[in-house]
Nanobody, 124 residues
Framework: QVQLLESGGGLVQAGDSLRLSCAASGRTLTSYTMAWFRQAPGNEREFVAVITGSGSSTDYGDSVKGRFTISRGNAKNTVYLQMNSLKAEDTAVYYC?????????????????WGQGTQVTVSS
């Protein structure tokens, strides 16, 4: 079945930038709405960003608006998350979610596929 693989996480300092990548097993998957979520230990999975299949519309969680940018590179079968001005509060495992089922796009259960996650740690 469809496989998603996140990469690009690491340990950075507050104020730094980082770009995450999500590679899908099939190019056609990137034609669907895809999203990024994150989850810190003990917390629920939190919506970060979403991009429509056409790339014409994006949305972001309140805590990352103005700092993060989601984009897609269909030719490379990838979706990116550019994270700027990172804060300690951004520390979490970041997950790529694929194939939106419909409904609210900030709800984890509305996506069919998930990657294994990539750790982002921001030290203050």
């Amino acid at each position: 079945q469809v496989q998603l693989l996140e990469s690009g996480g690491g340990l950075v300092q507050a104020g730094d930038s980082l770009r995450l990548s999500c590679a899908a097993s099939g190019r056609t998957l990137t034609s669907y709405t895809m999203a990024w979520f994150r989850q810190a230990p003990g917390n629920e999975r939190e919506f970060v960003a979403v991009i429509t299949g056409s790339g014409s519309s994006t949305d972001y969680g309140d805590s990352v608006k103005g700092r993060f940018t989601i984009s897609r590179g269909n030719a490379k079968n990838t979706v990116y998350l550019q994270m700027n001005s990172l804060k300690a509060e951004d520390t979490a495992v970041y997950y790529c979610a694929g194939r939106w089922k419909g409904g609210s796009r900030n709800i984890p259960t509305n996506y069919d596929y998930w990657g294994q996650g990539t750790q982002v740690t921001v030290s203050s």
